[in-house]
């Protein structure tokens, strides 16, 4: 089943006149028949969830939004995607980008934004192109600029680029950096619902969420709802690398289970060279990692699906989540702890610094792991690090600390001898060759650290 990807392969689909020929922009006509408060409805009917990572739902998300007198209210879209192993936004901007200018015009005419952002990661420079010439024709045929199909609504739509920071992603950090600012994220309350960009009310959605609400509108939300199942309805893009014979990006409505999604030759087609699936990480980076046996099945034994639910049967204990959807496979020559300490290390690097626990803790991490992996841990180490990721989660400002904590919280709790393995055969651990051990290292780490 195919919603946001059904005419991704036709050729010329990235420009207007194509995309209006396979029916694009039919969702805005039907917009403009309803009321704000109708859209609001169908999407609430639909049960879509944010795809940026949280899963929270839609429709209950925009109707949170404050409608003070005069006050302007602005939508903006999150395609910051710095997720390490997420790239499916990327997908959907570079070669539907009709797809998310239609989404946003119904957006912002169901919000009441007439100034409406696209946040875009600075290192997708040249997709930026792309969607100022998608805006450009979208403007160009009366879909954006005064009074839209005299509906007496006007939108314009800004695209504005990041400087390559991953905390810009969370929502408050974008909008302090959409501001001009450094993007430090904000203390909540207050929510950006109620003052978000330049203290205004503003909802922040991720690309495909905003992308999703075209076939909502155009098909209606019950039709949406009755794809999937339990409460991941609809459609998820996954975009899948690591060691897969297929590796790239599917649309899937979450009723596969995660046996068939990976070894079937209709998605990811198995593990190459013939080696065995070691553990996977379904969500993107921040994520726990699952080991084969949980991966497959939950820890009752039963099927684990590609749904929200299924996924995260189980808690942090056994399960983990679908995040943003970025579906990274391991075969059984990945070392867990090479792969957790370049994670700490990513972490360390994007914290902002406000809170101690992040600041100090993910590069604490960092130099802990860095040593069992090259063989200079203590079995003492392991305790300690299992310390300072208890110490970092839930006690920081933005979950970029729970984000750097819970890969290794998940790394010690399925793969422990792993990391024993390292202390106990240090001179085998120090002489392994990835082929990677002159790898730019940009975190100083002195020495006996
Ligand atoms: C460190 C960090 C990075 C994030 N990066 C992104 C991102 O690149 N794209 C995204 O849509 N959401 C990201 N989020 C989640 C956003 O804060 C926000 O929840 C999301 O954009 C809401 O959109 P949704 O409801 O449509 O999912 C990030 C969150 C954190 C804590
Ligand atoms: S958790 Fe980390 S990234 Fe988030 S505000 Fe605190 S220091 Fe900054």
């Known amino acids: 089943m195919k919603l946001l990807l059904e005419h991704a392969h036709v050729e010329g689909i990235r420009y207007y006149d194509t995309y209006r020929k396979h029916g694009g922009y039919r969702s805005v006509e039907k917009a403009f028949k309803m009321t704000p408060e109708e859209i609001v409805e169908e999407v609430k009917k639909s049960g879509l969830r944010g795809r940026g990572g949280a ?37 959907l901007m570079e070669f539907i980008p009709h797809l998310l200018i239609e989404g946003l015009i119904v957006s912002s005419f169901a919000l ?94 991720n690309v495909e969420t905003l992308a999703a609400v075209v076939p909502i509108i155009n098909n209606g939300g019950e039709a949406y709802a009755s794809i999937g199942v339990g409460k991941s309805t609809g459609t998820k ?68 699906t590609m749904s929200y639910e299924s996924l995260s049967d189980g808690g942090f204990a056994s399960g983990s989540m679908m995040g943003s959807g970025g579906f990274i496979v391991f075969d059984e020559d990945q070392c867990v702890v090479r792969h957790t300490m370049t994670l700490a290390r990513f972490y360390n690097h994007e914290s902002c610094g406000q809170c101690s626990p992040c600041r100090e803790g993910t590069g604490w991490m960092y130099k802990i792991l860095k040593n069992i992996e090259y063989g200079k841990g203590k079995m003492s180490d392991i305790d300690l690090l299992w310390d300072i990721q208890r110490k970092i989660e839930g006690n920081t400002i933005c979950p970029l600390g729970d984000a750097a904590a819970w890969p290794v919280a998940a790394a010690i709790r399925h793969f422990r001898d792993e990391f024993e393995w390292h202390i106990t055969n240090a001179d085998e651990a120090q002489n392994r060759n990835y082929g990677l051990a002159h790898y730019a290292d940009p975190i100083h780490v002195p020495a006996g650290a």
Not at 59 to 84: I, Q, T, Y
Not at 247 to 262: A, H, K, L, N
Request: aromatic fraction near 10%; glycine fraction near 12%.
């Open 55 to 91: 899963g929270f739902p839609t429709g209950m998300k925009w109707s949170f939004l404050a409608k003070p007198e005069g006050v302007p209210r602005h939508l903006v879209c999150n395609a910051d995607e710095s997720e390490p192993g997420t790239f499916k936004d990327r997908y």
């Open 112 to 205: 009441g934004s007439n100034m409406t952002y696209i946040y875009i990661r600075g290192e997708y420079a040249w997709i930026v192109d792309i969607l100022e010439q998608a805006i450009a024709e979208a403007k160009n045929n009366g879909w954006l600029g005064k009074n839209i199909l005299n509906s007496g609504f006007d939108c314009e739509i800004y695209v504005q680029r990041g400087g390559g920071a991953y905390i810009c992603g969370e929502e408050t950090a974008l909008i302090e950096s959409l501001e001009g600012k450094r993007g430090n994220p904000r203390i909540k309350p207050p929510f950006p619902a109620i003052q978000g960009v330049w203290m205004r009310p503003t909802v922040v959605n």
């Open 237 to 304: 893009l996954l975009s899948v690398c690591g060691n897969v014979k297929k590796p790239g990006i599917y649309e899937i409505d979450m009723t596969q289970s995660v046996e068939e999604f990976i070894f079937s030759d209709e998605y990811c087609g198995g593990i190459p060279n013939g080696k065995r699936l070691k553990a996977c990480i379904p969500g993107g980076s921040s994520v726990p990692i699952l080991p084969a046996n949980l991966l497959l099945k939950t820890a009752k034994g039963e099927t684990r």
